[in-house]
């Protein structure tokens, strides 16, 4: 027995090394353009509303093939998904920093967007599925929800690390050219690959054939389980619409933000979006961190509720996103120059990178609960089609918008809509406590533990 123990012991830990060191990995290949993209095509000639309608084709290619790519996972395996992830986002990195540098115009930038959202597809869900299947075929001694999210908030701790350093140095290396990032982003992933394949095996997962001939039928079939297990569930269905609310304003407000500052601190240090990009990192792992020292605690010592939580967290996201757009609406006129509305805004949006560290963990543990293992990568797939169907909406709009009103109204217009998250995670927190209510007292058992009253009636 003893010696069992030290091996499933060795086992779990290696999944979750194995988990974290890839998805490090990933953050920080990703990671590496994120604070000067939007700098990069629009120093590439396109125009503010178009960088958004080059980012929503992204999103688009993301809506559009997450069921599909969800198969892949759920058939061929979570690794061969993983590993299909990074080779396509590698070839679709050197296909966009190429159509600036080559003059392939706005076309190129398309093609590329468009891959490098397949690429992502294929990474969404599959690797949260292969660490919860792999983690639940190992002997836990807590209870598994608990496992999760302690995980998951240390993932997100080192990809926080992690993001302290990518969005940085992409900052800095983007103040001499706005093309290093992109090359070096080509050989971290390159690096992340051979991670992937030499480490990650299936655990917990049994792979199953998928042919040509039978990828429509598969599709078919995992999607109306998705559906089962998603949109129908009534506590899941809630956080579907949850993932589209956020989609129609996150996707644009995180792209929109570096030259909002810029603009608020009327220079072109670019390496400043770096820092702040990076800052906002830190206060992510803080975030995560607060997790492990029981901040979601209750007085007594009880646990709050997930969906109470989030519903929480919500609001005050709601509000500092809002905040954000008043910032640089008000800051100038009152402060008499652009710099001090500069500071506030990034002060904003560092202190909502410590709501997302909080809330992420928490949400990612929640899902994951109320999600067969057979569907996991599917419906994980499912939500992200929501949240990228918003985006496909918010950033045109809000592009043009922006292009009308300037980038400060558009937040506050990103601050209600917003509003209506804790809402529906209270939604979801009370349809939870009726499913858990029903399987305690299945319906004869209630019948007969009724008062006669009830019964007769």
């Not at 998951?152 to 800095?172: D, E, H, N």
């Not at 993932?243 to 929109?256: E, I, M, T």
């Amino acid at each position: 027995m003893g010696g069992r123990r030290t091996q499933s012991s060795f086992t779990s830990r290696r999944v979750v090394v194995t988990y974290v060191t890839t998805g490090a990995l990933f953050t920080l290949s990703t990671s590496l353009i994120w604070s000067i993209n939007t700098l990069f095509l629009l120093a590439a000639g396109l125009s503010l509303p178009m960088v958004f309608v080059v980012n929503a084709s992204y999103t688009a290619a993301q809506m559009i093939c997450e069921l599909p790519t969800g198969v892949i996972a759920d058939t061929l395996g979570r690794k061969v998904s993983f590993l299909l992830s990074v080779a396509t986002l590698l070839v679709s990195t050197l296909i966009y920093v190429l159509s600036a540098q080559l003059h392939w115009g706005t076309p190129g930038f398309l093609v590329g967007s468009v891959l490098i959202g397949l690429g992502y597809t294929f990474q969404t869900g599959a690797v949260d599925a292969w660490m919860v299947d792999a983690l639940s075929a190992c002997e836990l001694e807590k209870p598994k929800d608990e496992v999760f999210s302690r995980v998951f908030a240390l993932s997100g701790a080192v990809s926080g690390a992690v993001l302290v350093v990518g969005p940085l140095l992409g900052g800095i290396l983007g103040q001499y050219s706005l093309y290093m990032p992109y090359y070096l982003r080509v050989g971290s992933l390159g690096l992340t690959f051979l991670a992937v394949a030499l480490m990650m095996r299936e655990v917990g997962f049994s792979p199953r054939p998928l042919t040509l001939r039978t990828f429509a039928s598969e599709t078919g079939k995992i999607a109306r389980s998705g559906i089962q297990y998603g949109v129908r569930s009534r506590v899941v269905q809630p956080l579907m619409w949850v993932s589209l609310a956020q989609g129609v304003f996150f996707a644009y407000g995180f792209y929109s933000l570096s030259p909002y500052l810029l603009d608020l601190i009327g220079a072109n240090y670019v390496w400043l979006t770096g820092v702040v990009f990076s800052a906002y990192s830190l206060a992510s792992i803080l975030g995560n961190l607060s997790i492990r020292w029981g901040v979601m605690k209750r007085s007594d010592g009880s646990a709050r509720s997930a969906t109470g939580a989030l519903a929480v967290l919500g609001v005050a996201m709601a509000a500092v996103v809002g905040l954000v757009g008043v910032a640089g609406i008000l800051g100038p006129r009152l402060m008499g120059t652009g710099l001090g509305a500069f500071g506030l805004v990034a002060a904003l949006w560092v202190a909502s990178g410590y709501i997302s560290g909080l809330a992420g963990p928490i949400g990612s543990a929640y899902i994951n609960e109320h999600i067969p293992s057979a569907q996991r990568a599917t419906v994980l797939s499912l939500s992200a089609l929501f949240g990228d169907a918003g985006a496909v909406a918010g950033q045109p709009a809000f592009g043009y918008a922006a292009q009308s009103w300037g980038i400060a109204p558009t937040w506050v217009v990103g601050g209600l809509i917003l509003g209506v998250v804790a809402p529906l995670y209270r939604l979801s927190g009370r349809a939870a406590a009726s499913v858990r209510a029903r399987d305690a007292f299945p319906p004869d058992e209630a019948l007969e533990s009724a008062p006669d009253g009830a019964r007769r009636s």
